[in-house]
């Protein structure tokens, strides 16, 4: 079997979205987080302290050192021998990285404090493809003849510890934790299982054109087989003899093309999907996997999970190592200002992968969280500082709990309007003659001798009653002079 990559066995801003009622964390993705030179071909990465890894690169034959920013530690990198069309690399956290090299027939020991090899040559029969670190630090090495090579810390080497099957092509390996090791057979479709005594059996057999490629294996002893061939990944109980039926069998996208498989602390199962430039995680107790990012041309061909919580992915076709920043976090530090009687509405923002649910700590009576989409609601009754904690809950970890403060200001004060005066008329004067005129609604009288007239007044003008009352008030008067002159003929007479 030859495909265009030979993977390792083992492995900017953020919003929350709510869909569906939940709520749903987009990752945070560097890609890249660093572009080699043209040709660099990195085919595989590994976590080393301190969120470091390395790269190693096919094209230069070399190994360089990154920081977890993505820049280059040392002004060099520790170069392999020309020729050696670098397959696999694994980390043995004790200050080695070891190197498979199918174009040498050689397994490089790289000392990674000051880039020294030591190399171990192989027959000109034995092409090293994958490589898988034991609890004890015993180096086990897939070679295209169906055996197994062992190199032990001291440096001894055992070029046909297990025997496999002809025809078994295996490609990926991996130790569990009892030292028995496990190889991904992509010639005839199986699984084989080796034990620390170097016997072997055939633990699993599949179905015809599979294509076994990759394996991981996690705490609880679930082994898991990535199959390039039909596109699915499947899950083995190891704690099981030989024959057992598969427990689970996750399917992925037609043409997706598993390359890589790599496991995190809570068990999550990590994929490579070469043919559609994807990652995707098989979460314990879900029987579907999971799209946990899609690049726009990187072509994932190694995985691996730094210290500080990063998927680090690898891509020859692009140059360039990207990272999915995994960690389970809230962004979210302060809210509002908010006014006291004023409803409020926020949310509280994440990183991490695909949904979220939260909790939180005590909370003030008159605030709600919705625990699926992270949704504050409530209404201040009066002003006041607050504060409380919250966790978020993603498929792949719990946050650290987070404190979150606001404030909430007084209602702004609002000033009594002043009553508008009712207006009033006026009043009239005069001897016999009563008077009243105003504008607007209002009553006016008037008065004179023993007469006496009252009236309403219009909004504008002179009432029609006052008019009367002054005619009233003439008429009597001229009756009044009337009767003086009849008198004053009488005397005369």
């Given at each position: 079997m030859k495909l265009l990559t030979r993977i390792a066995a083992p492995v900017l801003c953020v919003g929350l979205l709510a869909v569906g009622g939940g709520a749903f964390a987009?990752?945070?993705?560097?890609?890249?987080?660093?572009?080699?030179?043209?040709?660099?071909?990195?085919?595989?990465?590994?976590?080393?302290?301190?969120?470091?890894?390395?790269?190693l690169n096919s094209g230069p034959d070399s190994v360089t050192h990154y920081n977890a920013t993505g820049a280059q530690i040392g002004a060099s990198a520790a170069l392999l021998p020309s020729g050696s069309l670098s397959s696999a690399m694994v980390n043995d956290q004790y200050g080695s990285l070891y190197v498979a090299n199918p174009g040498t027939h050689s397994v490089s020991k790289v000392k990674t404090s000051d880039n020294t090899i030591k190399p171990f040559v192989l027959p000109a029969a034995d092409v090293p493809q994958f490589l898988a670190l034991d609890s004890t630090r015993n180096l086990y090495v897939t070679k295209k003849n169906d055996e197994i090579a062992r190199i032990t810390p001291a440096d001894v080497v055992t070029l046909s510890f297990a025997k496999l099957p002809t025809g078994s092509g295996p490609e990926g390996v991996v130790a569990d934790a009892k030292g028995n090791i496990y190889t991904a057979n992509y010639g005839n479709d199986t699984v084989?299982?080796?034990?620390?005594?170097?016997?072997?059996?055939?633990?699993?057999?599949?179905?015809?054109?599979?294509?076994?490629?990759?394996?991981?294996?996690?705490?609880?002893?679930?082994?898991?087989?990535?199959?390039?061939?039909?596109?699915?990944?499947?899950?083995?109980d190891t704690s099981l003899p030989d024959g057992t039926a598969p427990v689970t069998?996750?399917?992925?996208?037609?043409?997706?093309?598993?390359?890589?498989?790599?496991?995190?602390?809570?068990?999550?199962v990590f994929v490579a999907l070469r043919g559609t430039k994807a990652v995707s995680v098989i979460v314990p107790g879900e029987s579907t996997p999971r799209t946990v990012t899609t690049f726009a041309s990187t072509k994932p061909a190694s995985l691996a999970i730094s210290s500080d919580g990063k998927l680090l992915v690898s891509s020859q076709t692009t140059d360039t190592i990207s990272s999915i920043n995994l960690e389970t976090r809230v962004t979210t530090s302060t809210l509002g200002p908010f006014t006291a009687g004023v409803p409020i509405s926020a949310s509280i923002s994440t990183t991490g992968v695909d949904s979220m649910s939260f909790s939180s700590g005590l909370l003030p009576a008159w605030l709600k969280l919705d625990p699926a989409t992270g949704k504050l609601t409530g209404t201040p009754p009066a002003a006041g500082s607050f504060?409380?904690?919250?966790?978020?809950?993603?498929?792949?970890?719990?946050?650290?709990?987070?404190?979150?403060?606001?404030?909430?200001?007084?209602?702004?004060?609002?000033?009594?309007?002043?009553?508008?005066?009712?207006?009033?008329?006026?009043?009239?004067t005069g001897g016999g003659t009563g008077t009243g005129a105003g504008t607007g609604a209002g009553s006016g009288s008037g008065s004179g001798g023993n007469g006496s007239s009252t009236g309403t007044l219009a909004h504008t003008g002179v009432d029609g009653s006052a008019t009367l009352g002054l005619a009233g008030g003439a008429a009597f008067l001229a009756l009044l002079g009337s009767g003086a002159m009849l008198l004053r003929r009488r005397r005369s007479a």
């Open positions: 987009v990752p945070v993705v560097s890609d890249p987080l660093v572009t080699l030179s043209s040709g660099a071909a990195p085919i595989a990465v590994v976590a080393g302290t301190n969120g470091e890894f390395y790269s084989s299982k080796v034990t620390p005594a170097g016997v072997v059996s055939t633990y699993s057999v599949f179905g015809t054109g599979v294509g076994p490629y990759a394996v991981a294996i996690n705490s609880k002893g679930m082994l898991f087989v990535a199959n390039y061939k039909s596109a699915n990944v499947v899950e083995l069998v996750f399917p992925l996208p037609t043409g997706s093309g598993p390359t890589a498989l790599t496991v995190d602390e809570f068990d999550n504060s409380f904690t919250v966790q978020a809950l993603s498929v792949i970890g719990r946050s650290a709990a987070a404190t979150i403060s606001f404030d909430v200001a007084a209602a702004p004060s609002t000033a009594t309007p002043t009553p508008t005066p009712t207006p009033t008329g006026g009043t009239g």
